[in-house]
């Protein structure tokens, strides 16, 4: 689980092992080598580091080091920091297991480094309760989540008897690891030599770490872009080949499950020009956006569509789900966008958020009802079990809540809870 505190130390993390494994790699400058290595075998026993560590090649920095240099002291400090950063990284890949009111599901987490929608967050096991104790907000219905990261909320709806559940996200390394996810909950539906791709990369069983010995840098199905591309080569298919092309497909999709690329973005430009003038005239949404676009604004991962299939440009569905959504001011547009665009009539749309800022949280309001959408808005308590990653507790400007969102002229035929909309729902 991760939370707001984890960022910044992933920050501070990346700045200073990308300084360390520079100096490592200057073999003119003898002290500041054997400073670096000092500093990163000190800190790699914290995840961030270590993650930024891998995410960064220290594996192959380090080993290059052990292999060209004769100097003992040297050899001694980089084997230090070698098994330092080895032996978090490896756990980094821990496959959990976490029961929702006696429903389990299986989860595994990539690096920090990855994309915001790599960790869990507190939000989405509060949802997961919530969804536990109400299974009918999803039961034989057609499900979206938006923003799934690990996938948790979504995997959770299909155990609970969804109809279908497409789960989505932007960032190419949390779609790969969302992939692994799937199928480690919904059974493969290729399989290589008796294990399903999740299985192969060393993460077969729920509870289980990555073998000691397994270094990320060596293992080229696990959320890399070669995984494609392994897996046809272990199903026996020729590279390019048509039947590899269908595999690879088939690969993201474990029914009722299915892994597809969303770009919220995409749901905006589907909106009228008319309505598109009406969003940028919400206080304070040009002012948000524009301070978003400057350099360095946005905290998550650019994507370079690799991999999973788009989502159908037309899909409906019964039930939209999704949680932290609201993080940074073009999700006040592209939300209430996603909901207008993909809600059938008389759907029902669920997101648990935190309020972080509480303009932007207004304004995501005020978008929804220019959109033609009406919002009911209840708080919420995550439970204690729900900290972050580092055990802080977080306080939010506006708190935690959960948002029920409908078409104002086609409301949905009912809500699991009456203090949604207060008066109107039994």
């Keep these: 689980?991760?939370?707001?505190?984890?960022?910044?130390?992933?920050?501070?993390?990346?700045?200073?092992?990308?300084?360390?494994?520079?100096?490592?790699?200057?073999?003119?400058?003898?002290?500041?080598?054997?400073?670096?290595?000092?500093?990163?075998?000190?800190?790699?026993?914290?995840?961030?580091?270590?993650?930024?560590?891998?995410?960064?090649?220290?594996?192959?920095?380090?080993?290059?080091?052990?292999?060209?240099?004769?100097?003992?002291?040297?050899?001694s400090l980089a084997a230090d920091a070698l098994a330092a950063c080895s032996g978090l990284m490896a756990s980094s890949g821990k496959v959990r297991t976490f029961t929702y009111n006696g429903t389990p599901i299986i989860l595994q987490e990539g690096a920090l480094g990855d994309g915001i929608g790599a960790k869990i967050w507190?939000?989405?096991?509060?949802?997961?309760?919530?969804?536990?104790?109400?299974?009918?907000?999803?039961?034989?219905?057609?499900?979206?989540?938006?923003?799934?990261?690990?996938?948790?909320?979504?995997?959770?709806?299909?155990?609970?008897?969804?109809?279908?559940?497409?789960?989505?996200?932007?960032?190419?390394?949390?779609?790969?690891?969302?992939?692994?996810?799937?199928?480690l909950n919904g059974g493969c539906t290729e399989q290589a030599n008796g294990q399903t791709a999740a299985a192969r990369c060393g993460a077969a069983e729920a509870g289980e770490e990555r073998p000691e010995d397994w270094d990320p840098e060596d293992a080229s199905e696990c959320g890399s872009d070669d995984f494609d591309a392994t897996l046809g080569e272990a199903l026996g298919c020729g590279a390019g080949s048509t039947q590899q092309q269908q595999r690879q497909a088939a690969a993201w999709d474990a029914p009722p499950m299915h892994i597809r690329f969303y770009d919220w973005q995409d749901s905006v430009a589907q909106l009228s020009e008319q309505e598109q003038e009406e969003l940028a005239g919400v206080a304070g949404v040009a002012e948000g956006v524009a301070a978003a676009a400057a350099p360095g604004a946005t905290i998550d991962t650019a994507s370079n569509h690799g991999g999973a299939p788009d989502m159908d440009a037309k899909e409906q569905f019964e039930v939209v789900i999704g949680t932290d959504v609201l993080y940074e001011w073009p999700m006040v547009k592209q939300v209430p966008a996603?909901?207008?665009?993909?809600?059938?009539?008389?759907?029902?749309?669920?997101?648990?958020?935190?309020?972080?800022?509480?303009?932007?949280?207004?304004?995501?309001?005020?978008?929804?009802?220019?959109?033609?959408?009406?919002?009911?808005?209840?708080?919420?308590?995550?439970?204690?079990?729900?900290?972050?990653?580092?055990?802080?507790?977080?306080?939010?400007?506006?708190?935690?809540?959960?948002?029920?969102?409908?078409h104002a002229q086609a409301p949905a035929d009912d809500w699991h809870r009456a203090d949604l909309f207060p008066g109107q729902r039994a």
């Design 338 to 406: 996603v909901i207008k665009q993909r809600l059938l009539p008389h759907g029902s749309a669920l997101l648990c958020c935190a309020v972080r800022e509480q303009a932007m949280f207004d304004a995501f309001v005020a978008a929804t009802a220019v959109l033609g959408l009406r919002v009911g808005i209840s708080s919420v308590s995550p439970c204690a079990d729900d900290a972050g990653l580092l055990d802080i507790k977080q306080d939010y400007e506006g708190g935690y809540v959960l948002l029920a969102v409908e």
């Design 122 to 183: 507190t939000v989405a096991h509060t949802f997961c309760r919530e969804m536990a104790s109400h299974p009918n907000i999803v039961r034989g219905k057609r499900v979206l989540e938006i923003g799934s990261g690990c996938g948790a909320c979504g995997i959770l709806a299909a155990k609970l008897g969804a109809e279908k559940v497409l789960l989505t996200d932007y960032v190419d390394a949390v779609l790969r690891n969302l992939r692994d996810c799937v199928h």
């Design 1 to 75: 689980m991760v939370d707001e505190e984890s960022f910044f130390s992933l920050l501070i993390a990346n700045e200073r092992v990308e300084k360390w494994l520079a100096d490592i790699r200057a073999k003119e400058a003898r002290h500041r080598v054997k400073i670096a290595l000092e500093e990163l075998s000190s800190s790699c026993n914290q995840e961030a580091y270590a993650e930024e560590a891998r995410r960064l090649g220290a594996v192959q920095v380090l080993t290059g080091l052990l292999k060209r240099t004769d100097d003992d002291e040297l050899l």
